[in-house]
C-alpha cells in the first residue's frame, strides 16, 4: 500500500492509501467522526464510520486530540466541498501518539503567548501559509538569477569590516581580535563579480538596530546580485524584472496560501513594468506638496516611505538621494555629485523598502577617500580597495530584505511572522 502525502491524494482517488499526519481539527455525529488531518502539505477530512471500522479504530478516533499523531488507511473519495477535492473514508484508524492539550487554541491569544510558543504556532494555518510563501519566494529567487547565469557566492557571515554603518554592528571575539556579524554580503560579492561576472549571495544578515517597528528583525535573510559592466539605468531594469517575476511566481503557485491569508490579490496583480520612477529631489517635492516637514538632505523614515508609495499603484523607486546620508561606496552622480546613483524600491500598502542599491565606486582614489570621510579603517578595507588596483570596472548592485518581499506578498502586518523563528530587540526565545 502507498503511502501519500495529502497534496497528492487527487491522484489516488478510488485507491486505497496509508496518510501520516496531525489532527488538526475534529467534529463528531453521532456514529460519525470527522477528523481533518494535516501533514504539512495539505488539510484531509476523513470520515470514521463506526460500523465500518473497528472498535480499536474507533476509539483511536475519539480519543485523539488536537496534534495527535495519526496514521490512517482508507480510500480516497471525490468530494467538490472538501479542500483537494478529496475527502478519505477510513477503514483503520492508529494513534501511535496522543497530544497533550495543546495551548494554541481558536481563542484570542496575546502576541507574546504567540511568540513564546512560536515553535507550535508554526502548526496554524496561516503560520504555515505564510511560511510557503517565503519558501516558494526563496525559491524563485533562486531560479531567476539561475537562470540568468548569475553564480551564487557565500559571503562570510563573520567579517571583518561594516558594510553599512559601525553604530549597529553585533560585536563578537575572533580569537583576541574584534569582528562582526554580516550587515551584507555586498562587500565579498564585487570582487567575486570581477572573477564570475554576475554573481549573488543569499543568507542571514544581522543589525544591532534598537528598533521595535514592525519593518525591523535583528537577523533577517537577503538576496544581493552584483553585476560587472552594469550601470545604474540597468541596475533599475534588473530590480524592477526581480521583482515583477517573484510576485508573478507568488501569484501562480501560492493561490492556496494567499487564499487562506484572505490576500486581496487584486493589488499584487498590478505589479507590472514598468514601475514609477522618481528622484529623491521629486520625492521631497511630493511629500512638501501633501503638508510634510521634509527638506534636502533627510532620510526617509516609514511614514514617508508610506505617503510615497500611496502616490503610485505599483511599487516605485526612488533614485538619487544625498550623498550625505547614503553609504561610502556608492558611485555619485556625474551629472550632480550632490547626490549618488543609488535606488530605494518601495513596495505599495505600506510594506516600506523592499530593495536599495546602487552603482558602486569604482575609481580607487574616490573610494579611499570616501572611507576616510566615513572615518573608517583603511586597513580593514584594503583587499576592497585592491579590487579597483586590478582591472577595476564599473558596477552596480542591491540587495533584497525577504522578510519585506514575504510580509507584502503575504499581507501579514508584522516581519515576525514571515521568518520562522524571530530575532527582536526583546526576543531571543524560542
Request: aromatic residues 10%; glycine residues 8%; negative net charge.
Amino acid at each position: 500500500m502507498d503511502t501519500v502525502r495529502i497534496k497528492d491524494l487527487p491522484k489516488h482517488v478510488g485507491q486505497q492509501v496509508l496518510v501520516n499526519g496531525w489532527i488538526y481539527n475534529k467534529r463528531t455525529s453521532g456514529k460519525l467522526q470527522f477528523p481533518i488531518i494535516r501533514d504539512g502539505s495539505g488539510y484531509l477530512q476523513c470520515v470514521v464510520s463506526k460500523k465500518e471500522v473497528s472498535p480499536e479504530s474507533w476509539d483511536a478516533s475519539d480519543r485523539a486530540t488536537q496534534e495527535s499523531t495519526v496514521r490512517v488507511i482508507g480510500k480516497v473519495v471525490e468530494e467538490a466541498r472538501a479542500q483537494g477535492g478529496v475527502e478519505m473514508h477510513v477503514e483503520t484508524f492508529e494513534l501511535p501518539s496522543l497530544s497533550e492539550p495543546f495551548p494554541i487554541s481558536p481563542k484570542e491569544h496575546g502576541t507574546d503567548f504567540l511568540m513564546n510558543h512560536r515553535h507550535l504556532w508554526l502548526r496554524s494555518s496561516k503560520q504555515h501559509a505564510v511560511l510557503r510563501v517565503r519558501n516558494e519566494i526563496e525559491k524563485g529567487c533562486r531560479d531567476f538569477f539561475y537562470d540568468r547565469d548569475f553564480v551564487l557566492i557565500d559571503s562570510p557571515i563573520l567579517t571583518a569590516n561594516a558594510a553599512e554603518g559601525t553604530s549597529t554592528l553585533f560585536e563578537t571575539d575572533y580569537f583576541g581580535e574584534k569582528a562582526y556579524l554580516s550587515q551584507s554580503g555586498q562587500l565579498y560579492l564585487e570582487p567575486a563579480a570581477a572573477a564570475f561576472g554576475k554573481v549573488y549571495c543569499f543568507g542571514p544578515t544581522f543589525r544591532a538596530e534598537k528598533s521595535k517597528t514592525r519593518r525591523h528583525l535583528m537577523e533577517f535573510w537577503m538576496i544581493e546580485p552584483e553585476v560587472a559592466f552594469l550601470e545604474f539605468e540597468g541596475l533599475q531594469e534588473l530590480a524592477e524584472e526581480f521583482v515583477e517575476y517573484l510576485v508573478r511566481r507568488a501569484l501562480d503557485r501560492c493561490k492556496e496560501e494567499l487564499k487562506t491569508l484572505e490576500r486581496d490579490v487584486t493589488k499584487l496583480e498590478n505589479v507590472k513594468r514598468p514601475f514609477p520612477r522618481i528622484t529623491y529631489r521629486d520625492a521631497i517635492e511630493l511629500l512638501t506638496g501633501k503638508g510634510m516637514d521634509v527638506k534636502f538632505g533627510d532620510d526617509f523614515g516609514g511614514d514617508e516611505e508610506t505617503v510615497i508609495a500611496n502616490s503610485f499603484d505599483r511599487p516605485v523607486m526612488i533614485s538619487r538621494y544625498p550623498t550625505v546620508i547614503k553609504a561610502f561606496y556608492m558611485q555619485p552622480d556625474p551629472k550632480d555629485p550632490d547626490v549618488v546613483l543609488g535606488l530605494d524600491m518601495i513596495a505599495p500598502e505600506g510594506y516600506g523598502e523592499i530593495i536599495g542599491g546602487s552603482q558602486r565606486i569604482h575609481d580607487h582614489d574616490l573610494l579611499l577617500q570616501r572611507i576616510k570621510e566615513h572615518k573608517l579603517p583603511v586597513e580593514a578595507f584594503q583587499w576592497y580597495l585592491d579590487v579597483r588596483k586590478y582591472g577595476t570596472f564599473p558596477h552596480s548592485g542591491f540587495g533584497m530584505g525577504i522578510e519585506r518581499m514575504v510580509a507584502w506578498v503575504s499581507g501579514v502586518p508584522h516581519l515576525r511572522e514571515t521568518i520562522p523563528y524571530p530575532r527582536m530587540l526583546n526576543r531571543i526565545y524560542p
